[in-house]
C-alpha cells in the first residue's frame, strides 16, 4: 500500500530557513500536500503540488518535488515561533483517499 | 461561519460505554472523513463517505459505526468502548470532482475522547 515517510523532529532558530523532508511510495501520486497543526487544533492545509510541477512557492513557502525520487519537501523561509508545529506531508492518487505521513514537529527557537 | 464543526470537543467516558461524535460541514462538499489521531500523532483514515454513501472503510472494529444522514453531517457511533479507542479524531470534508480541490481535505478542530 501506499507509504508517507517523514523525519519526527526539526529544530532551527528563528530567522534561519526550515526544510522538511518527506518521501512517498506511490508512484501514480498525483497531488502532494502539506498540513499543519497547531497544538490542540485540526489540520490545516498550507500548499499542494500537482505531480507534473517540480516546485511551486508562495510567499515563505516553497515545495519542491522530485517524482523521480519521491521526495518532496517544504522550505520555510525566515522562520517564526508561530511557524512552531507539527507539519503532516500527504499524498493522493485522485480517488479521495489522502495517506499522511506520520507528522514533523518543527520546534523554532527564539 | 464554521466550515467543518465537531461536537463534542472532549469526551470523557468508561470502558463498555457507547458514544457518538457527531460532525458537520457547510462547505457544500459531497465527501467526509473520519480519522484517528493516536497520541504519537500518527493519523490514519477511518472512513470516507461520498454522497451518503460510503466509498472508504478501513480496517476499524466494527464497533465504530459511521452514519451520513445528509451530505453535510458525517456521525461516527463507537459501541463497547476500550481503553485503545482513547484517541483525537477528526472529521474533514472535500470537494467531488477532479482536481486537486477534490482532495484537499478542510479539518473539524477534533474530538479528544479518553476511555477511563
Known amino acids: 500500500g501506499e507509504d508517507v515517510e517523514q523525519s519526527l523532529f526539526l529544530s532551527v532558530r528563528e530567522g534561519d530557513s526550515s526544510v522538511i523532508n518527506c518521501t512517498y511510495t506511490d508512484s501514480s501520486s498525483t497531488y502532494l500536500y502539506w498540513y499543519k497543526q497547531e497544538p490542540g487544533a485540526g489540520l490545516q492545509l498550507l500548499t499542494y503540488?500537482?505531480?507534473?510541477?517540480d516546485m511551486k512557492q508562495d510567499q515563505r513557502l516553497t515545495v519542491l518535488l522530485n517524482k523521480k525520487d519521491k521526495h518532496l519537501s517544504l522550505r520555510i523561509a525566515d522562520t517564526q515561533t508561530g511557524d512552531s508545529a507539527i507539519y503532516f506531508c500527504a499524498e493522493s492518487g485522485g480517488y479521495q483517499k489522502v495517506t499522511f505521513g506520520i507528522g514533523t514537529k518543527l520546534q523554532v527557537i527564539p | 461561519d464554521t466550515a467543518v464543526s465537531q461536537t463534542p470537543k472532549y469526551l470523557v467516558t468508561q470502558m463498555g460505554n457507547d458514544k457518538s461524535i457527531k460532525c458537520e460541514q457547510n462547505l457544500g462538499h459531497d465527501t467526509m472523513y473520519w480519522y484517528k489521531q493516536d497520541s504519537k500523532k500518527f493519523l490514519k483514515i477511518m472512513f470516507s463517505y461520498n454522497n451518503k454513501e460510503l466509498i472508504i472503510n478501513e480496517t476499524v472494529p466494527n464497533r465504530f459505526s459511521p452514519k451520513s444522514p445528509d451530505k453535510a453531517h458525517l456521525n461516527l457511533h463507537i459501541n463497547s468502548l476500550e481503553l485503545g479507542d482513547s484517541a483525537v479524531y477528526f472529521c474533514a470534508s472535500s470537494q467531488n470532482p477532479s482536481g486537486p480541490q477534490a482532495d484537499t481535505q478542510y479539518f473539524g478542530p477534533g474530538t479528544r475522547l479518553t476511555v477511563l
Open positions: 503540488i500537482f505531480s507534473n510541477m
